[in-house]
């Protein structure tokens, strides 16, 4: 990816694409107006995401932090793949949380937690939290090939093959299609 970023924004001189980590990046202090993470920064230590991304910006600056998250209501569909997962990918089964059938309060709890992160760091103000909820219809094909995006079920072994065959089998006996029910979240603070 950034080779193919380089290579289409190599027309601006003043862009650097950079390929480390975040944790090994060492920022210019106060150089950008705004640090953006999609889906990525719950992966970075807050003791270091949040000073580091504060470094980075200007006075005026901010940080945006995006992620996605699953709501996995414990009815039709979803109650039944879990059958599934049980018997060909128990490593992975992650059974609803006892009075949490829908992964909201989890939900809920990740938001709060991550709103604490901000406050704790001392370094942004305070944060705007904005919440967007969406949905996406699958058909059996396009389930697989989403769940073909998930890291755990890509370092799934001999065990893959078996669950995705059920899953498809599932979903074109009895539902044709499967939709999915998501909550976008963004945090949005400037800097202190």
């Known amino acids: 990816m950034a080779k193919f970023a380089a290579a ?4 601006y001189e003043a862009l650097t694409v950079t390929t480390t980590s975040f944790e090994d990046w060492i920022p210019k202090p106060g150089s950008f107006d705004l640090v953006i993470s ?5 992966w970075i230590p807050a003791e270091i995401a949040y000073p580091k991304s504060a470094l980075a910006l200007k006075d005026s600056g901010s940080l945006a932090v995006f992620r996605n998250f ?11 793949v879990d059958a599934l997962y049980k018997e060909c990918a128990p490593e992975i089964y992650r059974p609803p949380a006892p009075g949490d059938h ?3 309060k989890k ?3 990740h938001m709060a937690s991550v709103r604490n992160d901000f406050d704790a760091s001392r370094v942004f103000a305070e944060v705007e ?5 969406w949905s996406e219809q699958y058909d059996p094909d396009q389930y697989i090939t989403l769940l073909n995006t998930y890291s755990d079920h890509i370092n799934l072994q001999e065990d893959r093959k078996a669950l995705f ?4 089998d599932l979903i074109r006996r009895k539902y044709s ?4 029910e998501y909550l976008a979240v963004l945090w949005f603070a400037r800097k202190r």
């Open 165 to 168: 065959d059920g899953i498809k």
């Open 107 to 109: 939900t809920e709890a």
């Open 102 to 104: 829908d992964g909201k």
């Open 129 to 133: 939290v904005r919440r967007y909820p």
């Open 38 to 42: 999609a889906t990525a920064f719950h």
């Open 70 to 80: 699953h709501l996995r209501p414990a009815q039709g569909f979803f109650r039944e």
């Open 8 to 11: 289409k924004l190599r027309r």
């Open 177 to 180: 299609s499967v939709t999915k």
